[in-house]
């Protein structure tokens, strides 16, 4: 069975801080990783994809993704309480091709 | 619809009986997804259609849940002889595609069994 591994937090930040989310994958083959993000009683939304190994930034959002280590973070720079959410990683392993969830990292940003 | 659809929003429903949950995707996505999510839990995968067609029902959890799609549009999950277990939020999803990555969620329907 693929999975996914995240902590599930609570992570808290303070605001102004850089929130570090990571998360580990158990299948080598797959190539596209994403970050969804939850909050709370609401439906995810994606956030962040990436196919390459590195970085990948957009705004204050950056995921990093190491195949080799099966390993895939997001920062997010200058945290906001906002950002206070879950934050699930998802990659393409399930037997239909579908997209398996993690069961998300809790993010909770202190003003 | 300017986004995915779902209803109904909350269904309390006694043990035993059948429930009916709809999905009316973003008009023109082909694939569209279920997904179970108990509290405090992750998204468990059910079944996805590509088209009308649902390639796989492995994902479903027992013999009691059914889907179908029709018109390459609205989708139903049809749980019968509920049970507690059952309790959770359906969450549907629909893409523009297979394998695209970008999945857009309705805002789920929160089922309760007593």
């Known amino acids: 069975q693929k999975e996914v591994e995240q902590n599930s937090g609570p992570l808290s930040v303070p605001e102004g801080a850089i929130a570090s989310l990571n998360c580990t994958y158990s299948?080598?083959?797959?190539?596209?990783f994403f970050w969804y993000r939850q909050y709370s009683g609401k439906s995810p939304e994606l956030i962040m994809s990436?196919?390459?190994?590195g970085d990948k930034e957009d705004g204050r959002f950056t995921a990093q993704l190491n195949k080799a280590s099966q390993y895939v973070s997001l920062l997010i720079r200058d945290s906001q309480p906002s950002d206070s959410a879950t934050y699930l990683c998802?990659?393409?392993?399930?037997?239909?091709?579908?997209?398996?969830f993690g069961k998300g990292t809790k993010l909770s940003v202190k003003p | 619809g300017a986004g995915v659809s779902q209803s109904p929003s909350n269904k309390v429903t006694e043990k035993g009986k059948d429930v009916e949950l709809r999905c009316d995707p973003i008009?023109?996505?082909?694939?569209l997804y279920w997904y179970r999510q108990r509290l405090g839990q992750g998204l468990e995968f059910l079944i996805y259609?590509?088209?009308?067609?649902?390639?796989?029902k492995s994902g479903l959890p027992s013999d009691r849940f059914s889907a179908e799609r029709t018109g390459e549009s609205v989708s139903t999950l049809t749980i019968q002889r509920t049970q507690q277990e059952d309790s959770a939020v359906y969450l549907c999803?629909?893409?523009?595609?297979?394998?695209?990555?970008?999945?857009?969620f309705g805002e789920g329907s929160r089922l309760t069994v007593l």
């Open positions: 008009s023109g996505h082909t694939a």
């Open positions: 998802a990659f393409y392993g399930g037997s239909q091709g579908n997209l398996i």
């Open positions: 999803a629909s893409s523009s595609g297979h394998l695209t990555g970008e999945l857009f």
């Open positions: 990436i196919y390459s190994n």
């Open positions: 299948d080598r083959v797959s190539q596209s």
């Open positions: 259609f590509q088209g009308n067609s649902a390639p796989d």
